[in-house]
């Protein structure tokens, strides 16, 4: 179907026919004057809890799993849901990358355990999520937005018996480097000599 018109607020205005996603019927659209359960409000107005930014980026990648993210350029709406929710743009840039890399991902991106890092940092989308960068020959990576990935991560049913604070406190302790992160996980080779 053709929209009747483009401007949003025309009540004759008729959306463009699109796909379903998984589980649409299950979808009840909330009343527009009601923020989502996840948004508090502070005093610039509604603010997502970080608890809620990590299921609002386990749920979006969820219900886009399998779909073409950067060909049908979802980008751009799933940002717009975020800030929506209350994020600042820079956590809805951040939180839309790491649903981006999910989607574009296959299962073993979304498990935990001493060898996601490396899986996630040899993932390209993944990799750009994690603000992978390099300074004066160093390889970093960001943060905020490691803590966030390994928590949507965890709460996902595949990895929800694993201890995500463990990956937390090792990018900690490499200094955000992703050289010593993933040397820090791999812990000694099997030529390591052995402890006495």
């Known amino acids: 179907a053709a929209l009747a018109s483009n401007r949003p ?7 463009p026919d699109v796909a379903r996603p998984a589980h649409a019927e299950d979808y ?3 009343d527009a004057a009601t923020p989502p359960p996840a948004v508090a409000a502070g005093p610039a107005g509604p603010v997502a809890p970080a608890a809620g930014t990590a299921r609002l980026v ?10 073409p993210f950067d060909e049908w350029r979802l980008g751009g709406v799933v940002r717009a849901v975020f800030v929506e929710t209350g994020l600042d743009g820079h956590d809805a840039d951040r939180a839309t990358a790491l649903v981006r890399g999910l989607v ?3 299962p073993e991106l979304r498990a935990l355990g001493p060898d996601a890092p ?3 940092f040899a993932d390209e989308p993944l990799r750009a999520a994690l603000r992978v960068n390099e300074a004066d ?5 960001e943060r905020e937005a490691f803590e966030l990935l ?11 018996s694993t201890d995500g604070s463990l990956l937390v406190r090792a990018a900690e302790a490499a200094g955000y480097r992703v050289d010593r992160l993933l040397a820090a996980l791999a812990g000694p080779g099997p030529d390591a000599p052995a402890r006495r």
């Open 150 to 160: 390994v928590e949507v991560v965890g709460s996902l049913p595949a990895s929800r």
């Open 9 to 15: 607020d025309d009540p004759e205005r008729t959306p």
């Open 28 to 30: 009840t659209a909330p």
């Open 137 to 141: 020959g160093t390889t970093w990576f």
């Open 118 to 120: 490396a899986r996630w």
């Open 58 to 67: 386990a749920a979006a990648a969820a219900a886009l799993e399998g779909q």
């Open 104 to 106: 574009l991902g296959g």
